[in-house]
């Protein structure tokens, strides 16, 4: 459990569970449903890299059954959230500088992650979906845990 992000991580050897895992889409714990988004870890021989100009809402298995690279074997592929960026583990140590996708080359780079940060309460490590009390309500500018209406605001 990581508590700061809010989230849970299962790691296991055996193809089978993480599979089972794989194909579920939420959890239900005391009275709530939680989503939950499967991730394979990579190799130690292997690089991420991100190929912008895919449609956003592609299904996991369209983007990897249609992403080529010409050289490598791509291993993993999914689109980050509310973007259209692939992110892509390749089988080699390098990451190609072009990748195909349903025919047209899409420019590939390094993926660089960024720090997490939270757009409702500004803290770091957690994305506003995440967040550790979500049923506490939070003035987006400033910040103030369950604001009247006519608090002063000043934002960060």
Known sequence: MRLLQNIAIVKTPQSYVAE??????ERKLSERVYPITTYFEAPDNSCTGIAP??????????ILH?????VTQILQARIMVQTNIALVTFEELKVPRYVRFYGAELCCYPYRPRQV???LCHNLGHHDDHRLRPDVVICPPCGTDNPTQLHPCTSH
């Not at 089972?20 to 889409?25: E, S």
């Not at 956003?56 to 369209?62: E, I, V």
């Not at 249609?66 to 010409?70: D, I, K, M, Q, S």
Request: proline share 12%.
């Open 66 to 70: 249609e992403l080529v690279a010409p």
């Open 53 to 62: 100009g895919i449609v956003p809402g592609t299904s996991f298995p369209t």
């Open 117 to 119: 940060v939270c757009k």
């Open 20 to 25: 089972a895992l794989y194909k579920r889409w």
